[in-house]
T-cell receptor
Framework: DAGITQSPRHKVTETGTPVTLRCHQT?????MYWYRQDPGHGLRLIHY???????DKGEVSDGYSVSRSKTEDFLLTLESATSSQTSVYFC?????????????FGQGTRLTVV | GQQLNQSPQSMFIQEGEDVSMNCTSS?????WLWYKQDPGEGPVLLIA?????ELTSNGRLTAQFGITRKDSFLNISASIPSDVGIYFC????????????FGQGTRLTINP
């Protein structure tokens, strides 16, 4: 299994509170991604990173921010959680060069905003 | 932005039948990836495709990178109960090549 760990695995939080999810990798891969998964929508890209301090928005980035201060960690923050952000969040990592473009996923974080 | 249209959204088949699903896009992709997701787990990579026209197999699974670079399909032969799950296609585009975008998924159900 790829060395990728998400924490926490489950979280319940109240509307309006900030929440931070962590993705940690031991593969030294350049690219890291945050997705959310909701029924009928598949996996939708929130933000991604292509290096330390280099991040960009995905298709559903409103209400989310990210930070990557070191290669191994990619943090996703919900500034003020809303019920619409109840979802399962997945982190993925990907290497670079030639055939090394396959992405590997973490186990997911189930977030419930009440 | 880049979007992938995956079909069908769901399939109900009998054990032993063959399965076919596909993904299409209005954009060109450099890489196509196919994943399977089991309940409560993250997606797991099944097959990766890197060149237009490429046909790759992994056991009973076969996937092809469309010659136009805008589509890909996945076939599963002689389905078995453990094939149940959600299958996703994903693509790395030419423009914005760092973005990995996914289709909506195909949910496969197998009747024994």
């Amino acid at each position: 299994d790829a060395g990728i760990t998400q924490s926490p695995r489950h979280k319940v939080t109240e509307t309006g509170t900030p929440v931070t999810l962590r993705c940690h990798q031991t593969e030294n891969h350049r690219y890291m991604y945050w997705y959310r998964q909701d029924p009928g929508h598949g996996l939708r890209l929130i933000h991604y990173s292509y290096g330390v301090k280099d991040t960009d928005k995905g298709e559903v980035s409103d209400g989310y921010s990210v930070s990557r201060s070191k290669t191994e960690d990619f943090l996703l923050t919900l500034e003020s959680a809303t019920s619409s952000q109840t979802s399962v969040y997945f982190c993925a990592i990907r290497g670079t060069g030639g055939m090394n473009t396959e992405a590997f996923f973490g186990q997911g974080t189930r977030l419930t905003v009440v | 932005g880049q979007q992938l249209n995956q079909s069908p959204q769901s399939m109900f088949i009998q054990e032993g039948e063959d399965v076919s699903m596909n993904c299409t896009s209005s954009s060109i992709f450099n890489t196509w990836l196919w994943y399977k997701q089991d309940p409560g787990e993250g997606p797991v990579l099944l097959i990766a495709l890197y060149k237009a026209g490429e046909l790759t197999s992994n056991g009973r699974l076969t996937a092809q990178f469309g010659i136009t670079r805008k589509d890909s399909f996945l076939n599963i032969s002689a389905s078995i109960p453990s094939d149940v799950g959600i299958y996703f296609c994903a693509g790395l585009g030419v423009q914005g090549a760092q973005k990995l975008v996914f289709g909506q998924g195909t949910r496969l159900t197998i009747n024994p």
